[in-house]
């Protein structure tokens, strides 16, 4: 007789209240940071206004980005079943609330604001991050490293895209690379396994979709 799968450990109330505190804090409250801000040090440079609004496209883009990794390990952590990458996904979504108070500060410096369809991202992220959960924990921390790669060659093609003078922007770019990475080999060093290619293609078109419409709304 085949063992039965090993079901997801189901939250308890008190956890789902302080999920959902942490949707109310990620789609309308000031996201804060413990690390400085990697522009803290660094003038604002001297832009055009379009130069100033094509910046702040891409940081728009970037701050949906984090609103989704927030939404998706929180679903992800809910369905995990092993302490240890429930504790991997909580401390990458430490981070992410990082890049988004960064993220945040730097729209308002550039005199923008968040995409108004960030609700809407943080839904669908969320409920993904349950389904990948609900599968099992190695295809869970794959679903971690391959969303890290993705999202470190979209910060990869920012510094591309990036106005050459926009230092401060590119100090926060080059920051969150710099962690996105290391989430991404931390679940590899856990177990975290290579996601079928049909599933790569979707989070792919998937994610091209999103960074579209944020960049403009």
Same mark, same amino acid.
């Given at each position: ?48 206004? &379009?130069?100033?609004?094509? /910046?702040?496209?891409?940081? $728009?883009?970037?701050?949906?980005? %984090? =609103?989704?990794?927030? *939404? ?7 369905? &995990?079943?092993?302490?240890? /990458?429930?504790?991997?996904? $909580?401390?990458?979504?430490?981070? %992410? =609330?990082?890049?988004? *108070? ?28 349950? *389904? ?86």
């Amino acid at each position: 007789m085949l063992p039965l799968p090993r079901l997801p450990v189901l939250p308890s109330v008190d956890r789902l209240i302080g999920e959902f505190d942490v949707m109310l804090r990620t789609l309308a409250a000031p996201a804060m940071s413990e690390r400085a801000h990697p522009d803290a040090h660094i003038d604002e440079a001297d832009m055009t206004e &379009a130069d100033k609004a094509h /910046a702040a496209g891409l940081m $728009r883009v970037n701050h949906t980005g %984090e =609103v989704c990794a927030q *939404a998706l390990y929180q679903g992800q952590s809910l369905t &995990a079943r092993d302490p240890a /990458a429930r504790n991997a996904l $909580r401390h990458a979504a430490h981070e %992410e =609330v990082e890049h988004l *108070a960064w993220t945040e500060h730097r729209l308002h410096d550039l005199g923008s604001h968040p995409s108004v369809l960030n609700p809407l991202w943080y839904a669908g992220s969320l409920a993904l991050g349950v *389904a990948a959960g609900v599968i099992g924990d190695k295809w869970n921390l794959g679903f971690l490293v391959e969303t890290e790669r993705q999202v470190g060659a979209h910060l990869q093609s920012h510094l591309l895209e990036l106005p050459p003078q926009d230092a401060k922007s590119r100090a926060v770019v080059e920051q969150m690379h710099t962690d996105e990475m290391q989430h991404a080999h931390l679940a590899e060093d856990m177990g975290g396994v290579p996601l079928p290619a049909p599933v790569v293609r979707l989070m792919a078109g998937t994610s091209k979709i999103m960074t579209s419409l944020a960049y403009r709304f």
